[in-house]
């Protein structure tokens, strides 16, 4: 008798995902007549959950925008391979979403690809894509874009970090190169800015290479950046990776400590690593984002220069998103889906911190406001690119 | 056996493993222990890896499974961490309540286990990923961030690792071989089934086993916590790492247990584990060589322990 | 003998717990979907699509833990597999010796494995926490030795034909006649339970343990290299990352399908699939429901905990699980 059950709940339950499974050629999501009337629902795809920036990001969208505009937000789980990514998406879809922002990159062809299949918009906040992916995917209808730092800022923000330091006589570094040893391509452009500006500063080179081309030298090397004289600056350590072991944790403080070391230069990540193991009188620089932490350290004198994506960055891709949604898309003069470059706020003094925090954390006035969104919806493109572009902290107030 | 064959047969891993370590470094121009911040790491490492090696064993020489134990430790340390700076206390008040923390969310852990009566490994999986979601929750995901607070972060000294250490030490040896708790859990340990019908209460037993490395786990947590200033979360079994590091001291610990007390075998194959670590800091090893080295030095040094009696036939002949 | 007989109905209803959970939580789904806009159809569609691989891998494993053995390297090795079929893909631009590649890697590994294991006598366990460090360690000087940056990559077009629901449908199916006719109806399932279950009277009757625990490890190769080839039809970029949930998910599947981790008599071949779409299906109604990450995973626990408790109420045994 319990066989018999226990086969009619097997084939119960087969009967129901036949059914379904049968029925699904009638899926994809459905359009109304009135978009803006009816609640638009605007996947998230993010690769980390527990960083401070996408913490803050998260806030930005559930916490302001949900809370002045008819929009539901989904975000994914942390998504760590491309397959996670392909799932998210499928998981979007089959909760009715009209479009996609991606904060997540282990595979954005295959994500845009997908997209543009199931007829669903899609942007990339907090990055961008190669310039051979824009050649591609440029004139997809659904693709609407990325905002966010491409490679050559990424290098900018690190050059223009080592150079502060330089520029007051400090000639001794350490680095936490982070994921560069996985060859994420972000922390090896950092890591290369901080080393060509040691070249300049220093009469050198690194590894008989200077300027861009010390990027395709870490790639070579797997990803690992090596210590040694560069001109007259000195490279006296190197961390990466992120292995949370006894032997990382104390290659941190080693670096961290050694007389020989001035200044610490963090490619991400440097509020949780040389900030605690950091004695006074050292240096410490880092590029991730402003949370009352990082104003803390700041004010406390353990983090001395903080180059941060600032939360509200991720509005101008949102209302371009919705825009979208509302049918009304924005794209270049040549029909094509936009590419915009936005850097990051930089805070070398623990006031200017915290004048940049309590924008960025406010969720009644934040650096983006309703207002100031709106203009983007249905807005053309050079419109939206100058906008765009304004992102200091002081275009954006005035 | 003689008392010094037993001392020799005692250190002749952690001391052949530093000799051999010593002389690596020497020859690639590095002191082992050439700088007071070297001896603080050998200290910060030993003890983390004790404490966790003590709370794995405790349940998983009575067949306990525990997955949970790296997320009691980051829960208890999150908890703690939060208490201790909204009353602006010091490292000790920090520890104490790590400690205290760590015992409960154990106890609850063994209460589970003991109530649902589900395998333990089971019950692990399911607490560990209840710990993660609190801490998580607790924090709102941003973790707990201690940097500046020179007090806690001053904490981190050879005294306090070795008094923590000491402290953990004794407390395992006190409770586990001079108590009739510490008799009953051998008995358990041996034989359940025997043990349990000769009157061995084995419910209270294990609660107690669960207590002990849930302190144990909160203790650790702490070290991790002071040492580099931030408390970090980890979700979908993130946590469960930390395990992994004890699994080498705890055989090495097995092994040197024949000469003298099992406990202290494993503080001596704790700073056996230090010692590597500390190599590999010192020679700057990358990540991927460090693990394939620690694997195939914890299997090489298995294949030894479970053909002991082959290899020694073999070398008569 | 009614008696018995109500014994015996209530130990059926509790076997049958987590196919009960699995029917609970597609209802509980369906209800969720009809309140909130969701493309129902699409949402079934995707829970089986994002189950598979977890149901092959799974089910391979199954083999591993009737032995009462247990390995957590399960997805470290379905990434090298991957990355290895990937190159070998790269290089001759078959399909079919990609599939052979995976195949052939993950069964190699799990060769290795069980070789250590039943040759060195060591813990199985200790040994597949060994492989995992090394696997790990491989898995980065593989994409350093490709040389095309954080990813190695097949071209998405060269598998697009196969990049459907109905053939990942059709390799589960082929798997999963393979292993019931294997567990269910043949040698190898009976002796394997016997092992599990009793070692040693296993052993007094004549049967080859050794022998067994390296076929049980080829299966579950078979399971690793099959999901190996379909992570990469269904994602095609793979990274250090790739498949780094499977070894958690293999092990909360097996459990959450009823599987004793003990193994033994009581083991079915079927546990894998049932928990890993009830898995998949609990993830979804904890999407809809759109709840903070942390208390997400705090319900999840509590309902995997509560379901595998009730599917084995009836296996409680005086003395405390080990």
């Known amino acids: 008798m319990m066989k018999s059950l226990r086969k009619f709940l097997v084939l119960q339950l087969s009967l129901m995902m036949a059914l379904c499974l049968g029925a699904c050629s009638g899926g994809g999501s459905g359009q109304a007549e009135d978009p803006s009337a009816k609640t638009v629902k605007i996947g998230v795809l993010v690769s980390d959950t527990t960083s401070a920036e996408a913490l803050a990001f998260r806030s930005y969208y559930e916490d302001y925008i949900k809370s002045v505009y008819n929009v539901e937000f989904m975000f994914s789980d942390e998504l760590k391979d491309a397959a996670a990514e392909q799932s998210a998406i499928d998981n979007f879809i089959a909760n009715n979403c009209q479009g996609i922002i991606s904060m997540a990159s282990a595979d954005r062809p295959a994500q845009i690809e997908k997209c543009e299949s199931e007829k669903i918009y899609y942007a990339v906040a907090t990055g961008t894509l190669t310039d051979e992916q824009y050649e591609t995917y440029k004139g997809y209808e659904y693709y609407v874009g990325a905002i966010g730092p491409d490679l050559s800022i990424e290098y900018q923000t690190g050059y223009d970090m080592a150079k502060y330091f330089l520029d007051q006589g400090y000639t001794k570094f350490g680095m936490f190169t982070g994921a560069s040893v996985y060859f994420t391509e972000m922390h090896i452009y950092r890591a290369a800015g901080m080393l060509a500006a040691m070249c300049d500063a220093g009469n050198g080179t690194y590894n008989g290479v200077t300027g861009m081309d010390i990027v395709g030298k870490i790639m070579a090397d797997g990803g690992e950046v090596t210590t040694g004289k560069i001109g007259s600056i000195e490279l006296n350590g190197v961390v990466s990776g992120y292995d949370f072991d006894d032997a990382w944790f104390g290659k941190l403080a080693a670096v961290a400590n050694d007389p020989e070391v001035e200044v610490l230069l963090a490619v991400g990540s440097g509020q949780v690593t040389f900030a605690g193991f950091k004695p006074e009188g050292k240096m410490l620089g880092d590029i991730d984002c402003y949370t009352a932490d990082s104003v803390g350290l700041m004010e406390a004198g353990t983090l001395n220069y903080l180059a941060g994506k600032f939360s509200a960055s991720i509005g101008p891709i949102f209302a371009a998103t919705l825009s979208a949604a509302y049918g009304k898309p924005i794209r270049t003069s040549e029909g094509n889906a936009f590419a915009l470059s936005q850097g990051y706020w930089v805070a070398k003094d623990a006031e200017t911190a915290k004048k940049y925090y309590e924008v960025d954390s406010s969720v009644t006035d934040p650096a983006y406001s309703k207002e100031q969104l709106d203009t983007l919806i249905g807005a053309s493109y050079d419109d939206f690119a100058k906008f765009v572009s304004a992102y200091s902290f002081d275009e954006i107030k005035k | ?317 | 003998m009614k008696n018995r007989q109500r014994k015996i109905n209530a130990a059926g209803i509790l076997n049958a717990a987590p196919v009960i959970g699995l029917i609970l939580l597609a209802a509980v789904f369906v209800i969720i979907a009809l309140v909130k806009d969701i493309n129902l159809s699409y949402s079934f569609k995707n829970i089986v699509n994002q189950s598979i691989i977890t149901m092959v891998v799974a089910t391979g494993a199954i083999y591993i833990y009737t032995l009462g053995a247990f390995d957590i390297s399960l997805g470290a090795s379905m990434c090298v597999s991957a990355i290895v079929g990937a190159m070998a893909f790269n290089r001759t631009g078959s399909l079919a010796v990609m599939l052979a590649v995976c195949l052939g890697c993950a069964v190699l590994i799990s060769l290795i494995s069980s070789l250590l294991a039943s040759v060195f006598n060591l813990p199985v366990f200790v040994t597949t926490i060994a492989m995992l460090s090394l696997l790990n360690a491989l898995v980065m000087v593989l994409i350093r030795a490709n040389g095309t940056g954080d990813v190695v990559q097949v071209p998405a077009a060269a598998v697009r034909s196969i990049n459907n629901v109905w053939f990942r449908l059709l390799v589960l199916a082929l798997f999963m006649i393979l292993c019931v006719t294997t567990f269910n109806y043949m040698k190898l399932g009976r002796q394997e339970k016997f092992v599990g279950g009793n070692p040693l009277c296993a052993k007094l009757t004549g049967m080859n343990a050794k022998k067994l625990s390296v076929i049980g490890f080829m299966m579950a190769g078979i399971g690793v290299g099959l999901g190996a080839f379909l992570t990469i039809v269904y994602a095609p970029t793979l990274s250090r990352n790739t498949a780094g949930s499977v070894g958690m998910d293999v092990i909360i599947s097996i459990v959450f399908g009823g599987m004793p981790v003990s193994g033994g008599a009581r083991s079915r071949i079927t546990s894998a699939a049932v928990g890993a779409l009830s898995m998949t299906m609990l993830s979804q109604i904890m999407l809809v429901l759109n709840l903070d990450s942390g208390i997400s995973q705090m319900v999840k626990a509590a309902i995997f905990l509560l379901v595998v408790s009730v599917s084995m109420l009836n296996s409680r045994k005086q003395i405390l699980p080990r």
Do not use: W
Request: a positive charge.
């Open chain 2, 1 to 317: 056996m003689s008392r010094g064959k037993r001392i020799a047969g005692a250190l002749a891993i952690p001391a052949g493993v530093l000799i051999v370590c010593m002389l690596i470094s020497m020859s690639c121009g590095v002191s082992l222990f050439g700088s007071p911040l070297s001896r603080i790491t050998f200290v910060r490492a030993g003890a983390n890896v004790l404490l966790v090696t003590f709370a794995l064993s405790i349940n998983l020489n009575s067949g306990r499974f525990d997955f949970s134990i790296g997320s009691a430790a980051l829960l208890s340390s999150v908890i703690s961490s939060m208490i201790t700076l909204k009353l602006n206390a010091g490292p000790v008040v920090m520890l104490i309540l790590s400690v205290v923390i760590g015992g409960i969310l154990g106890l609850l852990s063994g209460f589970v286990y003991v109530t649902v009566k589900l395998p333990p490994i089971i019950v692990s999986l399911g607490m560990a990923l209840f710990y993660e979601g609190m801490a998580f929750t607790l924090t709102g995901g941003h973790g707990v961030s201690f940097a500046s607070n020179t007090a806690l972060l001053g904490f981190g000294t050879v005294t306090n690792y070795l008094l923590i250490s000491a402290a953990a030490l004794i407390l395992m040896i006190a409770v586990f071989d001079h108590t009739s708790f510490g008799y009953e859990y051998k008995a358990l340990v041996s034989g359940q089934k025997v043990a349990v019908n000769t009157g061995i209460r084995e419910v209270p037993n294990a609660l107690i086993c669960y207590l002990i490395a849930g302190a144990l786990m909160g203790a650790q947590g702490f070290i991790s916590a002071t040492n580099n200033g931030a408390i970090t979360m980890s979700l979908n079994f993130g946590s469960i790492s930390p395990m992994f590091m004890a699994f080498l001291p705890m055989f090495i610990g097995g092994f040197i247990g024949r000469y003298t007390s099992d406990k202290v075998g494993y503080l001596l194959g704790a700073l056996t584990s230090a010692t590597i670590s500390l190599t590999y800091i010192r020679l700057d090893i990358p990540s991927s060589t460090q693990q394939i080295v620690s694997a195939l030095l914890m299997v090489t040094f298995l294949i030894y322990l479970n053909n002991e009696g082959k290899l020694k036939q073999l070398l008569k002949h």
